[in-house]
T-cell receptor, first 111, second 110 residues
Framework: EDQVTQSPEALRLQEGESSSLNCSYTVSGLRGLFWYRQDPGKGPEFLFT???AGEEKEKERLKATLTKKESFLHITAPKPEDSATYLC????????????FGTGTRLTVIP | NAGVTQTPKFRVLKTGQSMTLLCAQD?????MYWYRQDPGMGLRLIHY???????AKGEVPDGYNVSRLKKQNFLLGLESAAPSQTSVYFC?????????FGSGTRLTVV
């Protein structure tokens, strides 16, 4: 059974204080691992897709990495506007492109 | 280019009432999905469609029905609403791997 566990549940950072969010996963053949950002009252917004262990992708202050068992979302020198819930999801090789989501990490960046 | 549009944005229902949530996408995507999001539970798949005229059950389909009569529209129906269906509902569409989400419908069943 597919499983995605995100940690921590919540994270408070001072502006400029770098940190990492973790996504551990179990899936019967990984097709892709996705990171989304969700602001309060809005739908998830796509950030990254990673397909194979060792892959890395960057966007502004965010960098996502992937191993065979987990993914990390590294946040470098965060700003208050980075405050959001970050969702991780896996897509199995079988099935109709369905995504299986973790419960998210709620990030707060304090000025 | 609106992406994925959900209507309504908010709704309050009484137990036993019925309603339909509408999802429309203008990206010509084949795949469409309905998820519900509850505190501490994450996004859970209700039903999905791999093309016009097709639908399939997801992780939590009980109490819901769906229809995909046109490629651009995916309807989610609640025939007899229950308080357990109080949630935020998200529609999404995709062409291969990437999903685009709508802004959600907040439904309260009293």
């Amino acid at each position: 059974e597919d499983q995605v566990t995100q940690s921590p549940e919540a994270l408070r950072l001072q502006e400029g204080e770098s940190s990492s969010l973790n996504c551990s996963y179990t899936v019967s053949g990984l097709r892709g691992l996705f990171w989304y950002r969700q602001d309060p009252g809005k739908g998830p917004e796509f950030l990254f897709t990673l397909y194979s262990a060792g892959e890395e992708k960057e966007k502004e202050r965010l960098k996502a990495t992937l191993t065979k068992k987990e993914s990390f979302l590294h946040i470098t020198a965060p700003k208050p506007e980075d405050s959001a819930t970050y969702l991780c999801a896996v897509q199995a090789q079988t099935g109709a492109n369905n995504l299986f989501f973790g419960t998210g990490t709620r990030l707060t960046v304090i000025p | 280019n609106a992406g994925v549009t959900q209507t309504p944005k908010f709704r309050v229902l009484k137990t036993g009432q019925s309603m339909t949530l509408l999802c429309a996408q203008d990206m010509n995507h084949e795949y469409m999905y309905w998820y519900r999001q509850d505190p501490g539970m994450g996004l859970r798949l209700i039903h999905y469609s791999v093309g016009e005229g097709t639908t399939a059950k997801g992780e939590v389909p009980d109490g819901y029905n769906v229809s995909r009569l046109k490629k651009q529209n995916f309807l989610l129906g609640l025939e007899s609403a229950a308080p357990s269906q109080t949630s935020v509902y998200f529609c999404a569409s995709s062409y291969s791997r990437g999903y685009t989400f709508g802004s959600g419908t907040r439904l309260t069943v009293v």
